[in-house]
């Protein structure tokens, strides 16, 4: 009869071994051991293969554990090593290092003419109960943020920890945003430097919760984790469709990767322009910065596509990473924005005002519109026009608003 607490394949103890062996302790170590880029060996040798390694780490583990500990396997290649003797943070430190330099430094043989090499990531987590198992996990998760082949000691106070507890908040709020349509869209003019007038406006998303709005920044990477990116997205075109329809400004939504991968943006689009009587041609998609998307050939022939039904592209942030200026020129948006960052610095940084100088040059040789982002004083938008920015967008010009602006800006 098969032991249910125990690995068939490693015949070492299993998951639910380790949650019941764990629910009867008060005081605990946990050593969640992790094998970096396993996925590797299955892909490149089989499964067999695979099977055959996961045996061999778990009796290399079982020499390299501390001696009073137990092993236990939980997932496909992830070990728990339990010690229940009290132990500083220099021996948690030292039992770690000496784990991961073992592995190191072994080679694991799977077959006659096959030898593998792995590194483990090791998350640590002191306490009872089975908590400690989702702690030393979390300590994994913060520690892979920068490095593999490392250990990481779970601390409840850390920076990762407290961004993970405001996703979890946001998560809810998210939900609650939709159910009770509290998603809202806001609009912020954008000016014409030659004219002085709002031509157009970017449509801006905010959660209202109790009468207090919050911008995309605190929610958008919940909104990542839930898988509800696109929903947000379809919402701003809805809601932003449905304003414009009653006026002939041009206006522009942020798209994300997401967006593009789901592929859904065209139909969409097309199906909003038709109900609200917008012409595409009034509607600019800004995507971030990242070059590197536009050498997707399917993304690539998305953007491609819309731009031949008349929607216009902006690139949002330029200038924020390695700018691929060659990469920008063949793709040739409609518009760039300049990242804000050298917007609000331009008038004290010099380097923000000859990086700001060389994208004005490269966008006028190339017929490319820009626009220029948090324009907050007189005085910059002064320098913008001195620059011969073609747009400005910011505070001092207009905050974004649920409703248009009313009147021209000087």
């Known amino acids: 009869m098969q032991n249910l607490q125990c690995d068939s ?31 590797n060996i299955n892909n490149r040798y089989g499964f067999e293969i695979g099977d055959k390694a996961l045996v061999r780490i778990a009796e290399l583990l079982s020499l390299a554990k501390p001696y009073t500990s137990m092993l236990f396997r939980i997932n496909s290649d992830e070990f728990a ?15 770690a ?10 080679e ?3 077959a006659e003419d096959i030898s593998v090499k792995v590194s483990i990531s090791v998350g640590i987590a002191i306490g009872g109960g089975s908590e400690i198992l989702n702690q030393a996990r979390t300590a994994i998760e913060e520690l892979r943020e920068h490095k593999r082949a490392s250990f990481k000691i779970y601390d409840a106070s850390s920076a990762f920890i407290k961004k993970q507890q405001e996703n979890v908040y946001w998560v809810n709020k998210i939900k609650e945003a939709f159910e009770g349509e509290h998603l809202l869209t806001y609009y912020q003019p954008i000016i014409n430097n030659a004219t002085g007038k709002v031509e157009k406006y970017e449509c801006l998303v905010r959660i209202c919760d109790n009468g207090i709005l919050t911008p995309p920044i605190r929610f958008m990477e919940a909104s990542k984790l839930t898988g509800t990116l696109s929903l947000v997205t379809k919402t701003v075109i809805t809601q932003s469709f449905k304003m ?4 002939e400004f041009e206006f522009s939504i942020n798209i994300t990767n997401t967006d593009l991968y789901l592929n859904f943006l065209e139909e969409f689009l097309l199906k909003n322009a038709k109900k609200y009587g917008i012409t595409p ?13 536009l050498d997707t050939p399917e993304i690539l022939d998305q953007l491609n596509s819309l731009r031949r039904h008349g929607f216009k592209i902006a690139i949002d942030d330029f200038g924020s990473q390695s700018s691929n200026f060659s990469r920008l020129l063949e793709f040739s948006p409609d518009y760039v924005k300049i990242d804000g960052s050298f ?28 626009i ?4 907050h004083s007189a005085e910059v938008q002064a320098k913008v026009k001195e620059l011969d920015i073609d747009y400005s967008q910011g505070y001092y010009l207009g905050e974004p608003s649920e409703e248009l602006a009313k009147t021209p800006l000087a």
């Open 81 to 95: 090593i339990v010690c229940l003797e009290m132990m500083s943070l220099q021996r948690l430190s030292d039992a």
């Open 244 to 247: 414009f329809s009653a006026n």
């Open 108 to 110: 694991i043989e799977v």
């Open 9 to 39: 394949l490693t015949n070492v103890s299993n998951r639910f071994a380790l949650i019941d062996y764990l629910r009867h302790v008060k005081h605990a170590n946990l050593f969640l051991v992790d094998i970096d880029n396993f996925n």
């Open 97 to 106: 290092s000496s784990m991961i330099s073992f592995f190191d430094q072994s």
């Open 372 to 375: 220029a982002e948090f324009v």
């Open 281 to 293: 041609s009034r509607v600019v998609l800004e995507i971030l910065e990242d070059i590197d998307t």
């Open 343 to 370: 917007i609000k610095n331009i008038l004290n940084d010099k380097n923000s005002e000859i990086i700001v100088e060389a994208i004005v040059l490269l966008c006028k040789k190339s017929s490319i519109k820009i």
